[in-house]
Each structure stands twice: as structure tokens, then as C-alpha cells.
């Protein structure tokens, strides 16, 4: 079974300054990685993914995500955040090879002080 | 519209009512989710319907919660006897493409 472990429920950062949200997984597979974004009373949208390819992968709004199999990570960064970023942002795994369901995290809130 | 659309979206209930919730998924999409949001616990999975395969039930947390997927399209998430630890955000999603899913506003249940 997949899992997916965000150690960070919050993590305020001020405007202008460099974030990582950290998201580890584990699988007995290879698997499809992603990134969702929540703003506040909003839906949840797709805000990147790692299906194969680069293991650098740039999403909207200027985040990139890295994936790393040897550390089963794929930790979200921005270098400068905007007021804008506040939001949740959840990580999300996928097991490659066939149609099954997508495992969310718990979900990190990012606030962004002025 | 083009998104996915869910029903009611809001909805209070007293304890031990049956409640329905509906999902108008994206035309096309052939994958259909249903997850729950509570506060501090993340999005928690409970059905998958993949086609006309056998749905995944397996994230449903007990036997009082039902899931139907009409036709290939509209869902219904069915909660009987509803108890306050239901109470939750309920989310659907729909995809065509691996892992993207497209979620909609969400369904608010408020047991009481």
C-alpha cells in the first residue's frame, strides 16, 4: 500500500522568502507524484506532477517540486512566496501501472506574512 | 458548467438521519473519487470508480456508508443512521488522465 507523510501541518514564511514544504512517500512500486493546492474557500487544484521524465518539475504560480527516489521525497519549493501562496497544500502519490486511487497527505498550511 | 458539481453543498442533519450526496462529474472523465475533509486528518479516501470495474471501496469506514456511480457518470455517496463523526467536508473528484484529478466545491455535512 502507498502512503504519503507531510511532517509539516504549518509553516509561515515571510513575503519574499524562500519555502519548502516537505512531502516523503513510500510504495513497494514506482509511482505518479503531485502536488494540490487549496486557497482558502476554494477547491483543491492541481498544482504539479511527476509522472517520469525530469525529476525537476515546475508547476503555476512559479512552485517546483524535486523527486527523489532514494530519499522518497518530492518536497515543493518557491524561491520568493507572494501573499497569494496562503493556502494548504497537500502532496498526493499514485502507483504506477494502473488504474487505482491517488493517497493524499495530510496537507500543509502556508501562511505568508506581510 | 465545465466543472465537477456537487449536491447539496451544504447540509445539516440530525444524528441517526440517512443523507445523501450527489456528483456531477466532468463529461468524459472516466474516473470518479469521493473524499473526506475534516479538520487536521487531510483528504481521507473512500471509493474509487475506475470505467465500469469494480469500484475500490476500501477506504469507506463502515458498512452505514454506500457509493453508486449511474450510468458511468453521477454519483451518489449515501450515509445511513449518520452520527457526529461524520460530520465533514465531502469531496468528489473526477479524472481522465492519471492522478489529475479535477475536485469540486464539496459537500458540507453537519451532524447534529
Known amino acids: 500500500a502507498q502512503s504519503v507523510t507531510q511532517l509539516d501541518s504549518q509553516v509561515p514564511v515571510f513575503e519574499e522568502a524562500p519555502v519548502e514544504l516537505r512531502c516523503n512517500y513510500s510504495?513497494?512500486?514506482?509511482?505518479?507524484l503531485f502536488w494540490y493546492v487549496q486557497y482558502p474557500n476554494q477547491g483543491l487544484q492541481l498544482l504539479l506532477k511527476?509522472?517520469?521524465?525530469?525529476?525537476l518539475v515546475k508547476g503555476i504560480n512559479g512552485f517546483e517540486a524535486e523527486f527523489n527516489k532514494s530519499q522518497t521525497s518530492f518536497h515543493l519549493r518557491k524561491p520568493s512566496v507572494h501573499i497569494s501562496d496562503t493556502a494548504e497544500y497537500f502532496c498526493?502519490?499514485?502507483?504506477?501501472?494502473?488504474?487505482?486511487?491517488?493517497?493524499f497527505g495530510t496537507g500543509t498550511k502556508l501562511q505568508v506574512i506581510p | 458548467g465545465a466543472g465537477v458539481s456537487q449536491s447539496p453543498s451544504n447540509k445539516v442533519t440530525e444524528k441517526g438521519k440517512d443523507v445523501e450526496l450527489r456528483c456531477d462529474p466532468i463529461?468524459?472523465?472516466?474516473?470518479l473519487y469521493w473524499y473526506r475533509q475534516s479538520l487536521g486528518q487531510g483528504l481521507e479516501f473512500l471509493i474509487y470508480?475506475?470505467?465500469?470495474?469494480?469500484?475500490?471501496k476500501s477506504g469507506l469506514p463502515s458498512d452505514r456508508f454506500s457509493a453508486e456511480r449511474t450510468g458511468g457518470s453521477v454519483s451518489t455517496l449515501t450515509i445511513q443512521r449518520t452520527q457526529q463523526e461524520d460530520s465533514a467536508v465531502y469531496l468528489c473528484?473526477?479524472?481522465?488522465?492519471?492522478?489529475?484529478?479535477?475536485f469540486g466545491e464539496g459537500s458540507r455535512l453537519t451532524v447534529l
Open positions: 473528484a473526477s479524472s481522465l488522465f492519471v492522478g489529475e484529478l479535477f
Open positions: 510504495s513497494s512500486v514506482s509511482v505518479y
Open positions: 511527476y509522472l517520469s521524465g525530469s525529476t
Open positions: 498526493a502519490v499514485l502507483n504506477s501501472g494502473g488504474y487505482q486511487k491517488v493517497t
Open positions: 463529461s468524459g472523465h472516466t474516473a
Open positions: 470508480f475506475q470505467g465500469n470495474s469494480a469500484p475500490d
